[in-house]
């Protein structure tokens, strides 16, 4: 099973942007659906976007027409751009594939958002 480590997290203000990367140990051209999952605490892991080799794209309703998934087969990373960030957009942000994720998937340690003024 690939593992999956997310990174660029951070504190950035109120309508600022954001990049979150998830780099693969292995190849992912195969996995046909990625997606970016996020988390707070006391609720359940939910889809914030995915997509897929042949193009389908899902976005949240909350985040979508400020978000961006991209899945780079060439380096076997996935990315999120996220844009005019609000403070609901706190939370951990997690990347799997597979939508959802099967349930044998170990999670990454996920990356930090906090959205804070």
């Known amino acids: 099973q690939v593992q999956l480590v997310e990174s660029g997290g951070g504190l950035v203000q109120p309508g600022g942007s954001l990049r979150l990367e998830c780099a693969a140990s292995?190849?992912?051209?195969?996995?046909?659906?990625m997606g970016w999952y996020r988390q707070t605490p006391g609720k359940q892991r939910e889809l914030v976007a995915s997509i897929t080799n042949g193009g389908r794209l899902i976005f949240a309703d909350s985040v979508r027409g400020r978000s961006i998934i991209t899945k780079h087969n060439r380096n076997n990373t996935l990315s999120l751009v996220l844009n005019d960030l609000r403070p609901e957009d706190t939370a951990v942000y997690y990347c799997?594939?597979?939508?959802?994720?099967?349930?044998?998937?170990?999670w990454g340690p996920g990356t930090q958002v906090t959205v804070s003024s």
């Open positions: 292995g190849s992912i051209f195969s996995i046909n659906v």
């Open positions: 799997a594939p597979g939508e959802p994720p099967s349930s044998d998937f170990v």
